[in-house]
Every structure is written in structure tokens, then in C-alpha cells.
């Protein structure tokens, strides 16, 4: 497992060709632009909302009556399931691994790509619920995002690795055979949600934030190693905050969103390969190992993960049953 640096690093050739780091390098700018798009689209119409509220509610604008919901006509509880698709992009961040006594090693500015419509493709799920009066209502959301080191991108690096010093540059593919979150960049959150009212009888822009929990897949792969951490993992919190616009059909609803999360990860790098897709088989084992006070094999990956979402989500909304007389 010892740290070399030789010049083995520059002609093993393992980086993908040009022409496929050029591609990757299109597709991402072309997500960014439609990233990019929703959201100046849903920034003009949440700016736009108070001016649109302040005129008369017989007009087709305007603050919900008194003792009745923004969102509702009927004045009752209404719950909405969605699920949704949509792109990401997550800014560059530091890795440092670290094993008290042994290696303290930082990769900088590392580069994360989302490849969002390539298997596992980024979806969510949540549950919306707006009560039968006032602004506030709630959502449980689930994201499932994925966050992959750009293989191509020469890394800096800082530090020591198994007692030797590594204050130089490497190819990430020469250095990684993964370093990656590529079964999920997973998020569950619970947000409180503000409704800004309605801009037309169809159209209900929204704010909200929250905080939840990161459940990603952890897949971390030295190629000086011969084991890999490949699991799904509890890795710290997770904040976020949401401005969206629900356009409502007789009991279905369409949300454009824009979401930003903030995760810091505490990644336990076990050398376990996981349970091949069980997640909660995974997520037992690691609570063992907190419980029996075990210290992670390979130590441990920290970084912080600060992405911006766009999606579009479709779902049912039942309103709940009058009140009896």
C-alpha cells in the first residue's frame, strides 16, 4: 500500500481519449446552460411575485381571502406526491484523506461532473403538504444526485500518504481508480416551505429550506490499493433551500424548481464492498461499526459538496375530505 510517485504516473496513458474529455466537457457546459436558464426563469418570476400579489383578488392575482390557503380553493389540507428529474452541478472541492499516524492528504479543487440522463439517472421523490389555511407547509424530499471526479483533471495534492510526502501534481485517473458518489449523491431533507401566493388561478410560486441528512454511495479506489470502500454510507448533514413555481391541473401539479445543497461529508473508508445494492444492509453495518467503536481501515474522506439543482417534477394532490357538519 506504500505512496510512490514514479514516472510510471505520466505514461501508463490511462486518461480517456481528447476527443471523449472534450465530449464530457460539451455535455456538461450544455446541462449548464439549461441549469442556468430555470433558474434566471424562476428568480424573475419569485422577484416578481409580491408586486403580482398586491393587486386585487378578484383580478385572477393575489393574496389568498382570509382563513383560506394560497394554494387551495377549497379552503381544505391538500398533500401532493411527486417525482421529478432534472440536472446538477456541483463546484469544484477539496478531498482530504486522513489516518491519525499515517496519511494526511488533501487532492485540491477537485472537479465533479453530474452526468445526469446516464445510469443511475438523477431523480427525486418527495411529499408537499400545505395546510387548509395560511402560507407555511412542509415537504420530506429525496434527491438523488450523483457527484464523479473528472478522471482527466491533473489534481494537486498536499500532504503525506503512508508516511511519504506528495507535494505535487498526478493525472486523478493515474491516482484513482474511482473517486466518485455515483450510485447517489443522496439527500433526504425536511423543509418548511412559504407559499408566495398566486400570480394567476394556475400558477403558485414557493420558497422553503431545510436540513436532512447525506446517504450517498461511497465508491473510493487508490490504484495502489488493493481494496475499494464501495458502499452506501450515512456521511453528515445536509442543508437545503428551494424556490419553485406549481403550475396546477384539476388534481395534478407540474413544479419547476431550483434547489441548492450544501453537504459536508464525513466519508468512513472501510474497504468493505458493500452489500451489491442494499442500502439499508449498508447502513446497518455502519452503525455497527460506531457502536462497536471501530476505526475505519482506511481512515476517512472529508470534503464539502455545494451543488445547484433545476428540475421539473409531475405529481398527484389529494385534498383532504370536507370536515363533517
Known sequence: MGWTWTPAVWI??????AHDAAHDAAHDAALGERLIAVVAALAVVVASAPLLMSQPEDAGVGSAAPGRSPLSETGRPETLVAGYGGVT???????RFAKPGVTDLTAHDVQWIGRPFKSPIYYGVRVMHWPGTGRIGSMLDFTHAKAISVREQMLRFSGTRNGQPANRTALND??????EFSHGHNMLTLNGLFSLGRLAPA??????GGVGVSLPHTEVHFRDEARRTYEYQITGPVGQVVAGLEIRMPSASVLLEYQSSLAPYWAPL?????????????????IGSWLR?????YGTLTTTLASHHA??????RHTAAPAAP
Open 270 to 286: 472501510s474497504g468493505r464492498d458493500g452489500s451489491k445494492g442494499n442500502a439499508f444492509i449498508d447502513y446497518w453495518n455502519q
Open 89 to 95: 452541478h456541483t463546484h469544484a472541492s477539496d478531498v
Open 174 to 179: 493515474d491516482t484513482f481508480r474511482h473517486l
Open 311 to 316: 428540475i421539473i417534477a409531475i405529481g398527484y
Open 293 to 297: 467503536g471501530e476505526t475505519p481501515e
Open 203 to 208: 400558477l403558485r410560486p414557493y420558497v422553503g
Open 12 to 17: 501508463r496513458g490511462r486518461a480517456r481519449p
